[in-house]
Every structure is written in structure tokens, then in C-alpha cells.
């Protein structure tokens, strides 16, 4: 692999009789990095393909009322014309699929299992963004500290860091949710529990972006253009916010991408262990945990969450692992 | 509750009448006979698969743990059944098919008890010959040790309370308090001779003899009492003795080889298999695969087989018909709290009465394989029954929001309210009522919450406690409530009695009606059997009318047995497989 500095460099080396040609001026342009890293993962494929995965989800769950007014029923809407009221299972095959209910209908109350899982795509992606998005930026402010001013200050983050990093967080989240009071700073049922998932997988994996985040400062604070900026009198938050955030961009932007799935996960889990949004909402987590009692009867009930758990933790890995690879080439190993 | 709990016994004569006169609501499916061709409900009526055949090991599992295994210290239901294996109380419930388990028979009596003629002193003569385990006879004194022991509740905290609600304790606070092992001070219970023992009641109880049938009055030798410790060796009196006791694991029970047929020619116990293990703490599911994999016998706690196992077994015709369903005296029902506004107000009540989807209430629970709709609080069996449907159960079984309405409209809220579902959160029935009320009153605009909560606390933290459930606004809480007699103060005191009202670990949830307590205590002084029992029933019509429950399901359960299994019925009084008859095929 090429080191993303070469072309520019090159470009220099260029004698300057040979850049007047039209066609070749286009070929040795200067790039910025971000141009670059463009360039590389547009080669490849499969972080493209999980890329534009990705963006599908995402329209789906922001398009998910639309989609589900167009194609499907209400996700909370019962259909028990649907379900054998004394067996439970719904009526037809392969748990009731049918042009009415492509994915087919949850058992005892038929509902529709393909609106539900358009709507879970809103709740897991909601959460794993905004749970993202509050590691990302404790993890960003904490490393950047902690690299930047080295010393106790480090000692100290670093530490926390451990200790948050010890922390059993799946077994933390169980008792939060079981103890939170029914109405907190005017928050209350859904958005309450939103909020509190968020809070619960957000403020626990900060230290994973905090300490990538306090490596890189660590080598960047040493380098030649910090060394620069400082003789010329710059103060601290200035070289913080003006000459190490912008090099940290690339990593920050990597780590949030895989940390997206992984919070997806996380967010089933909690779902699957009853702790999740509250039901009815749709959840695949809840839908998927619903389907493993059922599985010896109506095993296709299991399939539309199992199946869209799968597709989404998948697509942002093989896009997060392209990007890493675009913008770091170095980094893979 | 997770189990069935036997809620009381008393209500007088009450029992012996009551439950002589169930036959009328029971079952049609006929009484005694047999049969060995496998069918659904080859069990329920008949014993299926008779044999005399020994040997063998019965395999049972317990998806939970018992109270206690020490006759003194027992509450549920299947924890009575089991306690015959190993103990022997001085009268029990024969073990026969069908409304003929109803009846009470001598076990360790000669005959059932002789009653003063003011049904104040009971007196039971012990038969002859009989031993514990490592040989030593059993005496009357051992009799009184053990229901002496039983009165402790600091000590033996889960069995009932009956003996110290009748006997004439004067003071006696048992054994461990008294420490006296002669029993001087318990003036209440007499033993002129080893084989003689007389109770003497301070009110009059014609129905005693059901008292006799608790474990709690199996022999235990005070030499051998260790408290709360006995449960780790329970002293056989017995057909079986306890070869390894692992507390929350497992134990083994093995054949007790001083217990004499002979000395029990009455309650109808076969002891067929040489040896009986039994696990505990068994994921349910578990049990469940095992029982269909014929790896298992029985699942001891008789909650019956998953909702996912019953759609497997209904489904699969070769499954089906290894399959009994028995109904249950257990009502599946929604409490509306009453110290939550906007349920305060009656109207507003009636409002979720009428729109409630009840056809969506028995689809949680299964359909036809889960039970019936309910249109009253009280199950079928119970005496005094009468089907009270005011509310269009019957005939609009999806509700009537028009109706729903107009009672909106006079409670003052034509537009609806919003309130809190409450259930258990481990409960999958449970959860699914909470949706389909949900959608049923959204109909009407009352928009609700769920609120699901731990089921090992909902009695003592959330639901049942009257503080947090105001607090929290659970307007709605989801339950059920289950008497194993069939019995209208068995199955009603406990959950209509706003005298029984505390702070928390309710089972009440809210309903509080002067008139309802007053017909109570006069059912309780009614010594007519017909006009005790329609009290019952007017009871359940003032419970209606006030529209405190909302009823839900009258409860079936499906059991499942495997083919191994011989000698195999529903008992009615236990309203499960009797433990005491099965025998395994080799």
C-alpha cells in the first residue's frame, strides 16, 4: 500500500514543463486526504456495498411510517383473523406469510412481523447513534485531555478509563433499568427508557474512542506542526481544537462506525433480556427474544429480526472496516 | 404468586358439603374406569394405563424449588400432593379419578375423625403397626409434636395458619418458644395413649377433618426436630424415605421399608417405582423437550406445559394424545386500582369492563387449550357458582364500546384518560393481556403504559403494594388468583377482603367494599350449606357490579404424559396427576 502523502509529494518532484499538458495536469492535481480516502474506498467494493446498506437502513427507519403506510399495517395493530385463536400460530405456512404479510405475523395476536421490523430498524438505530454519539464525544474530550496534558491528569483518565472498562455493564444496565423511578427530569415511559439505554451504552464504552483518541494525541502533540504552532505562541485550546481535532478526525470517524454495530447489539441484548424499549414498540432484540419460544413450532418467526440483527451489525463492519482501511492504509496489518 | 397456593381451608362445615355437592359443576367426561389406549384426556376421569407392576425409577423435575419439603412448613398445592410419598397425615384425600379425590379418607387414623356434638373436640385413634423409617413406632404424641411445631411461624414460615385459627391455644406458641418437648402448656391437643389423639377447637368446626389432611399433622419425632433445618431430612412415615437430599438441586427418594401396605388399606397409594428422582430448578422448557423426549415423567410444580409446548402439542396429533386438560380453580383477571384516578370512579371502571377485548384475554392464555372466558370472578367448580355476565362477555365477546362510551361519558372523561398496565414480567400470557388491553382501550382513548415488573416481587414491591402502586399510577394490574379447594372463602377472602389490606404483599389489589365484608362475615356464620354458598355467589355479583376485577380466563391447564407413565389420572383435588398412584413401564 501507498502511504497517502506519496502523490503530493510527487507532485512536487514533477518537473513543472510536464504539468502544462492538459489531460496529465487533470491525472497530478493536488488531493486533499479526505480525496484520497474517497478514492480508496471507492475501489472497494464490499465497503461500498455495506455502505450503501447502511444508507438503506438509515431511509428506512426515517421512511419507516411511510413504508409501513404503503406496504404494511400498523406495527401495533392485532390481526386475529390471522392466528388460530387455540393453537396461537398464525393460519398458512411459514408463520402466516402471505402478499398481505410478507414477512408473516406474530403469533397469539397476528401482528404484522414485517411492520415491526421496519419500525425495530428505527429504535436499534436510534439508540446506537445517539448511545455512539455520547461515547464519541466523552471518549474525544476525555482522550484529548488525558494525551495532550500527559502527566497526572493522564494517570488519572487512564485509570478511570480502566475502571470503566472493568465495568459489567450488561449486569449494570439490568439493575438500572429495573431501578429507575417512573418519571426522571420530566422524561418518562419510552423516551425514559430511551434514554436511559442510551445513557447505559453510551457512558460505558466511552474509554474504547478515549483511549485511541489519547494514543493518537500522545504521538501527534510531539510532532513538528504542534512544536510550530506553540513557538508562535499559541495557547492550548487553540492547538486542542485547531491542529490536533482535525488529524483525530479520521480515527474518531472509524471507531464510530464499528462502534454503531456494536451498540446495535448491545441494544438487542438488553431488548432480549427484557430491559430494552418498553413493549409494544417493535424491537428486534424483543422480537428475536418473543421468536425463541416459539421457535419448535413457528421457527419463521425467529427470521425477520435474527435476519435484519444480522444484515445491519454486518453491513456497518464491512463499511467501518473499509473506511478504517481508506483513511488509515497503515492500519491494516 | 408463582404456584398454586391451597388459599385457606376454614369456612366451617363449609368444606364437607361444599365439595361433596362440586359434583354438579365438574366435568362430563364420565368417572372411574380405564383405559390404555392413549387419547387427549385419556387421563381426566379414568385412570389410563393401569398396572400393578413394580420397579422401576420415576424421573420428575421441578422448574423452581419447593417452600419446604417439611410437611410442617408446605403451601402449594403440588408440594401436598408430593408430601404423601413420604408422610402420612392423619386423614387425606383419596386417590381415585375424577370428583372421587374429593373425598376424605383415614390415612393414618383408623377411621375419620369423631367429632363432639358441638364440633369442638375431634378425636383420631392411630392405626396399629405403624414405623417411621429407621423402624421406630409412630405415636400420638408424635402427631402432636408436629402440629405443635407447626404453629411457629417465625420458625416454619409457609405453611397455612388453620391450627392456630381454631385450636385453643391459650397462649401455646409451639415448641421452640415453649422449649418444652413434653408439650405440658399445649393444653389444645390430648394424647390419653399412644394410639389416641383429641383436638380441642375454640369455635366449632364441622369440617376439621381438613385440617387433619395437612402434612402438618404427619408425624415428626421431637427427638429428630432440627427447625428450620428439618427439611434436609424430613423422618419418612411414608411408602418412601429420602435416600440424598441436595437443598435446591436435587434429591432421591428410595423405598421405606418399614412403611406396611397393610396399615393403609384406605387412601388408594400404589408405590409402584423402586426409586424417585427428582431435579430442581429446571428451566421450564427443559422440562418440557424432556417430557415429549419421554426422558421424564413428571414436572412436579403442575403449572403445565409452556404456551409454546401446548401449540406444539395441540398441533401434532401423536403428541395430543398423550395430553390431559384439566380445568383449574384459577381465574386469570385484571385488578383496576381504585386509589388511582380516574378508576375511583366506578364509571370509568365499567368503561374498561365493557371495552376490553375478552376473546383477546383468552388468546393470551391459549384459546380453548388455555381456559374459557370468564364472565365472574369465580371458577366454574366452586360451589355457588353462577354465571354472572353483566358486562356482554358472553355475547360481545370483543367488547361493546359503545357502551364503554357512555359510561366514559358519565365518569366524566368522554375523551378517555391515561393510566399504567402493570404484569409480570416473566409471564408471557401476562405480557400479551397487557397488549391486547391496551389496543382494546385505545379504542375508547384510554391510552395505557406497560409496565412490566419482576414476578418474585410484584406481590411485595410493585403491585401488591399499595404505596408504590398509588405512587406509580398503576391503574391496571394484571393477575390471577387460584384456590385449590373448591371452596367460595378458599378462593375469594384473599383477594376481596379489604380487611386484608397491609402496607404491601397484597393479594387484594384494591378492592375495598363494605357490603363485600359484610357478606363475608356472614357466609362465614352461615351454617346452611345452600345459603352459604349462594352468599358466594352474590358475593361474586357485588364484585361485578362494583367493577373492581376485570375477569379474564377461567384457567385450563394441559399436562403432558409421557408413555411410560402407568396408572395415570387427574386428581380433582389436587387438579393434577396424583403423585401417589404413577408407576413407570421398564
Redesign the interface.
Known amino acids: 500500500m501507498t502511504p497517502p502523502l506519496e502523490t503530493t509529494e510527487s507532485t512536487a518532484e514533477v518537473p513543472p514543463e510536464v504539468t502544462l499538458a492538459g489531460a496529465s495536469r487533470k491525472a497530478i492535481e493536488g488531493r486533499s486526504l479526505s480525496q484520497i480516502a474517497w478514492l480508496r474506498l471507492k475501489r472497494d467494493k464490499v465497503a461500498i456495498a455495506g455502505g450503501i446498506v447502511v444508507i438503506f437502513l438509515i431511509l428506512v427507519a426515517i421512511l419507516a411510517p411511510l413504508i409501513v403506510k404503503l406496504i404494511g399495517h400498523p406495527p401495533n395493530e392485532f390481526h386475529y383473523d390471522q392466528v388460530d385463536p387455540d393453537t396461537s400460530l398464525p393460519y398458512g405456512s411459514w408463520g402466516g406469510i402471505s402478499w398481505d404479510f410478507p414477512f408473516g405475523v406474530e403469533p397469539i395476536n397476528g401482528r404484522d412481523l414485517f411492520s415491526r421490523t421496519v419500525y425495530g430498524a428505527q429504535v436499534s438505530l436510534l439508540i446506537a447513534f445517539l448511545a455512539t454519539l455520547l461515547s464519541v464525544i466523552i471518549g474525544v474530550v476525555m482522550g484529548v485531555i488525558a494525551g495532550y496534558f500527559g502527566g497526572w491528569v493522564d494517570a488519572v483518565i487512564s485509570r478511570l478509563m480502566d475502571i470503566f472498562l472493568a465495568f459489567p455493564i450488561l449486569l449494570f444496565a439490568l439493575a438500572l433499568v429495573g431501578a429507575m423511578p417512573n418519571e426522571v427530569a420530566g422524561l418518562n415511559g419510552y423516551w425514559l427508557r430511551v434514554s436511559i439505554i442510551v445513557f447505559v451504552i453510551g457512558f460505558f464504552n466511552w474509554p474504547y474512542i478515549g483511549r485511541i483518541v489519547r494514543g493518537q494525541t500522545l504521538s501527534l502533540r510531539e510532532r513538528e506542526f504542534v512544536d510550530a504552532a506553540r513557538s508562535l505562541g499559541a495557547r492550548s485550546p487553540y492547538i486542542l481544537a485547531k491542529e490536533l481535532l482535525p488529524n483525530l478526525v479520521a480515527p474518531i470517524l472509524v471507531y464510530s462506525t464499528l462502534l454503531i454495530p456494536t451498540n446495535i447489539l448491545f441494544e438487542a441484548a438488553l431488548s432480549f433480556l427484557g430491559v430494552g424499549v418498553p413493549p409494544p414498540t417493535a424491537s428486534w432484540g424483543g422480537m428475536l427474544y418473543q421468536a425463541t419460544k416459539w421457535y419448535t413450532v413457528d421457527p419463521e418467526f425467529m427470521f425477520p429480526s435474527g435476519l435484519a440483527i444480522f444484515v445491519t451489525v454486518l453491513a456497518f463492519n464491512l463499511f467501518g472496516d473499509g473506511l478504517r482501511d481508506a483513511l488509515d492504509p497503515r492500519g491494516r496489518r | 404468586m408463582r404456584k398454586t397456593r391451597v388459599t385457606a381451608v376454614a369456612a366451617g362445615a363449609a368444606l364437607a358439603l361444599a365439595l361433596s355437592a362440586c359434583g354438579s359443576g365438574g366435568n362430563d367426561d364420565g368417572d372411574g374406569g380405564s383405559t390404555s389406549t392413549p387419547a387427549f384426556n385419556a387421563a381426566v376421569g379414568h385412570v389410563y394405563n393401569p398396572s400393578d407392576t413394580k420397579g422401576g425409577t420415576l424421573k420428575m423435575a421441578n422448574d423452581s424449588d419447593w417452600d419446604s419439603l417439611d410437611g410442617g412448613d408446605m403451601y402449594y398445592g403440588y408440594a401436598w400432593n408430593f408430601s404423601r410419598l413420604y408422610l402420612r397425615s392423619l386423614v387425606t384425600f383419596k386417590s381415585a379419578p375424577g370428583k372421587e379425590a374429593n373425598e376424605l379418607v383415614p390415612d393414618l387414623a383408623e377411621s375419620l375423625g369423631e367429632s363432639s356434638s358441638d364440633a369442638k373436640t375431634w378425636t383420631y385413634k392411630l392405626r396399629k403397626g405403624l414405623k417411621y423409617e429407621d423402624g421406630t413406632p409412630i405415636t400420638s404424641k408424635d402427631v402432636k409434636y408436629a402440629v405443635a411445631r407447626s404453629l411457629d411461624k417465625d420458625i416454619l414460615v409457609n405453611g397455612p395458619t388453620y391450627f392456630s385459627d381454631f385450636l385453643d391455644l391459650q397462649g401455646y406458641a409451639g415448641p421452640y418458644k415453649d422449649k418444652d418437648l413434653t408439650m405440658a402448656n399445649f393444653k389444645a391437643v390430648d394424647t390419653p395413649d399412644d394410639q389416641t389423639i383429641v383436638f380441642h377447637l375454640k369455635k366449632p368446626f364441622a369440617g376439621f377433618d381438613y385440617l387433619a389432611m395437612l402434612p402438618a399433622t404427619a408425624p415428626v419425632p421431637p427427638e429428630k426436630d432440627t427447625g428450620t433445618k428439618y427439611k434436609e431430612h424430613v423422618v419418612a412415615s411414608g411408602p418412601y424415605m429420602f435416600k440424598t437430599n441436595e437443598l435446591g438441586k436435587s434429591f432421591t427418594l428410595v423405598r421405606n421399608e418399614y412403611y406396611d401396605a397393610k396399615t393403609d388399606p384406605d387412601t388408594g397409594r400404589k408405590a409402584l417405582p423402586d426409586e424417585i428422582d427428582v431435579d430442581l430448578n429446571v428451566n421450564q422448557?427443559d422440562i418440557d423437550k424432556r417430557l415429549l423426549a419421554n426422558d421424564l415423567d413428571v414436572a412436579v410444580s403442575a403449572l403445565g406445559v409452556?404456551?409454546?409446548?401446548?401449540?406444539?402439542v395441540?398441533?401434532d396429533p401423536n403428541l395430543k394424545q398423550y395430553a390431559d386438560s384439566s380445568p383449574q380453580p384459577r381465574t386469570w383477571f385484571t385488578a383496576m386500582n381504585a386509589d388511582v384516578a380516574p378508576f375511583d370512579n366506578e364509571h370509568c371502571r365499567k368503561a374498561v369492563m365493557y371495552a376490553a377485548d375478552k376473546?383477546?384475554y383468552?388468546?393470551?392464555y391459549?384459546?380453548?387449550?388455555g381456559g374459557e372466558i370468564a364472565t365472574n370472578m369465580m371458577p366454574t367448580m366452586i360451589p355457588g357458582f353462577r354465571e354472572i355476565d353483566l358486562y356482554e362477555a358472553k355475547s360481545k365477546p370483543n367488547g361493546d364500546l359503545d357502551k364503554a362510551k357512555d359510561e366514559l361519558k358519565q365518569c366524566g372523561k368522554p375523551d378517555g384518560f391515561s393510566t399504567n398496565i402493570s404484569y409480570r414480567?416473566e409471564r408471557?400470557a401476562e405480557?400479551?393481556t397487557?397488549?391486547?388491553l391496551?389496543?382494546s382501550l385505545d379504542k375508547i382513548g384510554i391510552k395505557t403504559?406497560?409496565?412490566?415488573y419482576?414476578q418474585s416481587d410484584y406481590g411485595k414491591l410493585y403491585a401488591g403494594n399499595v404505596d408504590y402502586s398509588k405512587?406509580?399510577?398503576l391503574g391496571l394490574k394484571i393477575y390471577g388468583w387460584g384456590a385449590d379447594w373448591n371452596d367460595g372463602f378458599g378462593f375469594l377472602s384473599q383477594i376481596v377482603d379489604s380487611r386484608v389490606i397491609r402496607p404491601a404483599g397484597n393479594t387484594n389489589f384494591g378492592v375495598k367494599d363494605p357490603k363485600i365484608d359484610q357478606m363475608l362475615d356472614d357466609a362465614l356464620s352461615e351454617l346452611d350449606e345452600s345459603k352459604r354458598n349462594k352468599i358466594w355467589g352474590d358475593i361474586d355479583e357485588q364484585l361485578m357490579k362494583d367493577a373492581y376485577y376485570l375477569p379474564g380466563v377461567w384457567a385450563s391447564t394441559l399436562f403432558y404424559r409421557p408413555e411410560r407413565l402407568t396408572n395415570v389420572f387427574i386428581s380433582d383435588a389436587y387438579n393434577t396427576y396424583d403423585y401417589t398412584t404413577l408407576g413407570v413401564q421398564k
Do not use: Y
Open positions: 422448557a409452556t404456551a409454546e409446548t401446548r401449540a406444539q395441540v398441533n376473546e383477546g383468552l388468546r393470551a391459549g384459546g380453548k387449550n414480567a408471557d405480557k400479551a397487557a397488549e391486547a391496551q389496543q403504559e406497560l409496565k412490566p419482576p405512587n406509580n399510577g
